[in-house]
């Protein structure tokens, strides 16, 4: 019992931390359980797959387990690893990710795409609880009340951005240079970070994916049940955290 608490500790440590990308190296870390040795398997300053915060089937049924396990040990697994590979001898490499989305043009594709695509999926998933839904409270409620007249409202208009975004996209809720909330929707993995490129620009606190990959398992064509069901799942504390 000893034993076995002390392997799962060190390998979500190390898992979380270190190497959750390499998916080849992760069975041999479950087995040695050192941070260590995942650190001789990718350059230190090399961006990693974060755990999800809840099991794979803990927000069914809004979203099922199958498209979240997909959708993060693929996709965003995929987005890690093309990013670093993008980062290698690259003059933005050990800089944040935030850094790095500041600086980058429109042709900087590979950093663009991945770049995006590793903010973005780390943000949704953390967005989202088995815990959430409801409605926002404190500072949060009145920043969306101020900026939209109320929830309901917010509600309307980011369900609109994120069922009209033509194609792969986001939906977004983002604080503006002004420090107002503000809603809108960006094209493939784009985002208000994007200084350079992205013509609406501030700081995001929500974001919903609306790639087909997010919910066509389950929702097939149905884009708007989607939207509709993510607000069952809303962590309105991460965002409230996220507004500073
Ligand atoms: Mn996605």
Not at 37 to 45: G, H, K, V, W
Not at 46 to 70: G, K, V, W
Not at 211 to 224: F, I, K, S, V
Request: net charge neutral.
């Amino acid at each position: 019992m000893k034993k076995r608490k002390f392997i799962q500790t060190t390998s979500a440590l190390a898992l979380g931390a270190v190497l959750a990308p390499m998916a080849a190296c992760k069975s041999e870390l479950k087995e040695a359980g050192k941070e260590a040795l995942a650190e001789t398997m990718q350059p230190a300053s090399s961006f990693t797959l974060p755990d999800l915060p809840y099991s794979f089937d803990a927000l069914s049924p809004n979203i099922d387990a199958m498209t979240m396990e997909i959708h993060h040990d693929k996709h965003h697994a995929g987005y890690v690893r093309k990013f670093n590979t993008a980062l290698e001898g690259s003059a933005l490499s050990g800089q944040t990710i935030e850094q790095i989305l500041s600086t980058i043009g429109s042709d900087d594709t590979g950093l663009r795409n991945n770049g995006g695509g590793h903010f973005n999926h780390s943000l949704f998933w953390s967005v989202m609880s088995p815990k959430g839904g409801g409605t926002p409270t404190g500072d949060l409620s009145d920043a969306i009340n101020t900026s939209f007249g109320s929830f309901e409202k917010f509600k309307e208009v980011f369900s609109a951005a994120a069922s009209t975004r033509f194609g792969s996209g986001w939906a977004w809720l983002t604080k503006g240079t002004d420090n107002k909330l503000f809603v809108h929707s960006s094209p493939n993995q784009d985002n208000p970070l994007m200084t350079k490129i992205s013509d609406d620009k501030g700081t995001p606190i929500l974001g919903l994916d609306v790639w087909e990959h997010a919910y066509y398992l389950n929702y097939q064509n149905r884009r708007g049940d989607y939207i509709g069901n993510f607000f069952n799942v809303v962590n309105w504390n991460e965002v409230a955290k996220r507004l500073g």
